[in-house]
């Protein structure tokens, strides 16, 4: 019997090496420094979270929260592994880690493999995910989960069985059959629990099922009613299993729903975000484009070049229109969903809109080969890589959103019998103690205008009938800690420094990145 040659296994460590270091290069990135930074509000809270039994979890995430109860559950078991800033990061890291190979087996469906490992390494390289893999939330998540879902619909758009227009009349369970037992069985399958895990990532998240209903809709629902208006009225199987599986996701994820109604009344009677911009949602391109990036002339006119790669892009995919006519809806959608929503309670916000940035790095990448001239499609790869190399630099040397490890370090020494730490914002404790615990004596602290939690909200607003209790806090106190944060929202009138600064002697005030540690004691 004759040897089997080498050369074939050879050929296939050679083609997959560009990947393996791509990836490679990801990985390095989002473990960089992983635990470097202090942790700020938000991720305190996902640790406080996790750190619940599950029944009381969910009691607090509809009360309190605005989120579903997919990420703070598996972190929950994630976290057997330890609390640290690593730990609870790297949960983070690893969901982000795993999107890289989906959105090369993505852009290998839509283009190739060059144009998958282009959108790969625009993936990998990006500011704005390798920030989010080092944030305890979950975003990285909810990019994985939208990926997959998205990997599952271009790999169904390929589908020669229930794909194909047929004359055959079957009934929906007939349809659902087809999808369980099709030669497409596991990418249906996948679909249906990718869209509902995408839904109970985040809220806002719901506006993937609308861009994949409007998807179905447009590319199957229309063609069939103009069909039916010319007299042929067969069924297509295409419409009908699309249909089926968009509607199994969303009887998934209704258990939700109650839940979330009690959410949604709380974001409308009072949020925090303010109402979005031009400026703002351009904020968001720019930071999906290369977050952190230095601005000046110089980076408007790359957002200018990239935008024109991206249209460029869509020029490339305009043969195959269901497959773009899909990617647009994607990044549409949850742009114009938010910006809609906003009209009535501002929710548009960068993080929530992330999965739309996979299919616009699909575009980006499809953009970058219709040059067509391989030095500058080269030259123009480099620039990006630049570009993204830059805008990290300033990520890791300058960006932390709060200094509550340094704030702890800095108070815990100075703390004695009979201090008293007040938050003009209650749950400020939570990142506040997530540090002090570690280094610091036990002392009494309080929230203002009501300790944590105990109004059944995250951040009540101090008012000035809030003093007399203020007052009976810092009575026959030897020293008081003012922990002064997020007081733009919760204090926004200085009602407690002002009251303080009358009552007592300022002895010294300290600040740190988004807080600021204000000192008194008795006259």
Not at 134 to 161: G, N
Request: proline share 7%; glycine share 6%; net charge positive.
């Amino acid at each position: 019997m004759a040897a089997i040659s080498p050369a074939p296994r050879a050929n296939r460590w050679v083609r997959a090496l560009p990947l393996a270091l791509i990836i490679a290069v990801g990985v390095a990135l989002r473990l960089y420094l992983i635990a470097d930074k202090s942790l700020w509000l938000d991720e305190a809270f996902s640790v406080w979270m996790g750190r619940q039994p599950l029944g009381a979890m969910l009691g607090y995430l509809v009360q309190l929260d605005q989120h579903p109860p997919l990420y703070y559950t598996l972190l929950h078991f994630w976290m057997w592994l330890g609390d640290s800033e690593t730990v609870v990061r790297g949960f983070s890291a690893l969901w982000s880690i795993v999107t890289l190979p989906v959105l090369y087996a993505i852009g290998v469906r839509i283009g190739g493999r060059a144009l998958g490992l282009l959108a790969v390494l625009i993936l990998a390289l990006s500011p704005l995910h390798i920030q989010y893999a080092q944030d305890a939330r979950m975003y990285a998540m909810l990019t994985f989960s939208a990926s997959m879902a998205m990997l599952c619909i271009v790999r169904l758009l390929e589908d020669p069985q229930c794909q194909a227009p047929s004359t055959e009349r079957r009934d929906w369970a007939g349809g659902a059959w087809c999808l369980m037992l099709g030669t497409q069985s596991r990418w249906w399958l996948g679909l249906v629990v990718f869209t509902m895990l995408t839904m109970l990532g985040h809220n806002t998240a719901l506006l993937f099922p609308v861009a994949l209903g409007l998807f179905i809709a447009g590319a199957y629902g229309l063609p069939a009613l103009m069909r039916r208006a010319r007299g042929a009225a067969q069924p297509d199987r295409r419409l009908r299993n699309w249909s089926i599986a968009l509607a199994v996701a969303l009887l998934l994820w209704l258990p939700w729903l109650p839940s979330l109604l009690v959410q949604v009344r709380r974001v409308d009677a009072e949020f925090w975000i303010p109402p979005p911009t031009l400026r703002s949602v351009s904020a968001t391109l720019r930071d999906f484009l290369s977050a952190f990036a230095p601005s000046g002339p110089l980076m408007a006119l790359a957002e200018l070049a990239l935008s024109a790669i991206v249209l460029l892009g869509a020029w490339r995919l305009r043969h195959r229109p269901a497959l773009l006519f899909l990617l647009l809806l994607l990044i549409a959608v949850p742009f114009a969903g938010e910006l809609l929503i906003s009209v009535r309670r501002p929710i548009y916000y960068t993080r929530t809109l992330i999965w739309a940035s996979i299919p616009l790095y699909l575009l980006l990448a499809a953009g970058l080969l219709q040059l067509r001239f391989r030095p500058l499609i080269v030259a123009a790869t480099l620039a990006l890589v630049l570009l993204n190399g830059v805008s990290l630099v300033g990520y890791y040397r300058d960006y932390e959103p709060e200094g509550w490890r340094d704030a702890a370090n800095w108070l815990a020494p100075q703390v004695r019998a009979g201090d008293i730490i007040l938050f003009n914002a209650g749950w400020t404790q939570i990142p506040f103690d997530y540090y002090y615990r570690r280094v610091g004596p036990p002392v009494e602290e309080r929230g203002l205008p009501a300790d944590m939690f105990d109004r059944g909200i995250l951040e009540p607003k101090m008012a000035a009938a809030d003093l007399p209790r203020l007052a009976d806090l810092i009575a026959g106190r030897r020293r008081i800690w003012l922990v002064y944060s997020h007081d733009w929202y919760t204090d926004a009138h200085g009602i407690i420094p002002s009251y303080l600064d009358v009552t007592l002697d300022k002895q010294t005030e300290r600040a740190f990145n988004g807080l600021n540690i204000i000192v008194y004691q008795q006259r």
